[in-house]
């Protein structure tokens, strides 16, 4: 930034100093045209006298925006000394790429943006300076400074008016090539799957994982079911497992439960090893839902579970 508020600075002490020269090269040709006659004498004074004028006024305007443009891009990128841009690239001499250059996307938008450029300038400049043709008539009765002034005018207003069109071209260029920067910092799908197997993991071996996990849980709790007191059904869909140790539990707890084949195999295990099954659904449906595996029964089912176990105690009694 400080770099450019310099250069605008340096233009604006500039930019006076060449208007003037300009204007008097100006003043001077139409002040000593009667003079000279047309020889190639003349046409060497002419042009040497314009070259001359043209390159001290344009000069200082050039070495500022050489300067600024240094500054720019050594604020940038630094001071880079390489030669790699002078080594030979066989691929440059690559047809087939070059081919695939020219006729990409990007290089069509940007061949359809400056023919766009191109002909809505020409059209504008030409409807514009069509426009200040009217006055031109009126040139004859004025004097030097009067048609300077007038070109001068007119040459802004129609140098106004085209870079209105480029500013309208620049702000719908500008919403382009940013709809575009962000599309291509999309991920596709590929692309988010390989970052999630990346950060997460391989979804496969996660899969994989928890299933040796259900496997080993399933097994721990097929484990303890010779350890229960009663096992409660429902009568076939259900098996909830209860154990209760008066010395290490303050209330029953459940080892054990599953559906369907799971209750199958509990009864299987609980009839091996000669465990009470007791038939009671409604209980076995409440322990089902209000309890999981390794907690202790909720205080609103210890009657039910007490009428079990004391069944079961009496059962245990008799043999």
């Not at 001077?28 to 070259?51: D, K, L, P, R």
């Not at 390159?55 to 050594?74: D, E, R, Y």
């Not at 300038?121 to 514009?128: D, L, N, Q």
């Not at 205080?299 to 009694?317: I, N």
Request: proline share 4%; glycine share 4%; aromatic share 8%.
């Amino acid at each position: 930034m400080l770099i450019l508020f310099c250069g605008v600075t340096a233009m604006y002490f500039v930019m006076p100093s060449t208007i003037n020269r300009l204007g008097e090269f100006s003043v001077w040709i139409f002040e000593s045209a009667a003079q000279h006659a047309v020889s190639a004498t003349s046409f060497t004074t002419y042009f040497t006298h314009a070259m001359t004028t043209f390159a001290l006024a344009t000069g200082p305007i050039v070495l500022v925006v050489a300067i600024v443009g240094l500054g720019v891009n050594l604020a940038q990128v630094g001071l880079i000394f390489t030669a790699k841009p002078l080594e030979p690239n066989l691929d440059k001499l690559n047809f087939a790429k070059g081919i695939q250059k020219l006729i990409s996307t990007r290089t069509v938008y940007e061949l359809a943006k400056d023919i766009l450029k191109l002909a809505l300038i020409g059209v504008v400049g030409y409807y514009a300076v069509m426009s200040e043709m009217k006055s031109v008539p009126a040139l004859a009765d004025m004097s030097v400074p009067q048609i300077l002034s007038f070109s001068g005018a007119a040459m802004f207003r129609v140098a106004i008016k085209c870079c209105l069109i480029l500013a309208v071209l620049s702000i719908i260029d500008y919403a382009y090539q940013k709809w575009d920067y962000e599309k291509s910092l999309r991920m596709s799908r590929q692309e988010i799957k390989e970052e999630m197997k990346n950060t997460e993991g391989d979804p496969a071996i996660k899969a994989r994982i928890r299933q040796i996990q259900r496997q080993a849980a399933f097994s721990r709790m097929m484990g303890d079911v010779p350890k229960a007191d009663v096992v409660v059904t429902n009568p076939t869909h259900i098996a909830i497992a209860l154990r209760y140790d008066v010395e290490t539990m303050s209330a029953p707890t459940v080892i054990a439960k599953g559906q369907r084949l799971v209750a199958e195999r509990i009864k299987e295990i609980a009839a091996e090893h000669e465990i009470p099954i007791v038939e009671n659904k409604p209980l076995a449906q409440a322990l089902f839902k209000a309890c999981e595996i390794g907690t202790e029964i909720p205080s609103s089912l210890f009657r039910a579970v007490a009428e079990v176990l004391a069944y079961v105690y009496r059962l245990k009694g008799k043999h």
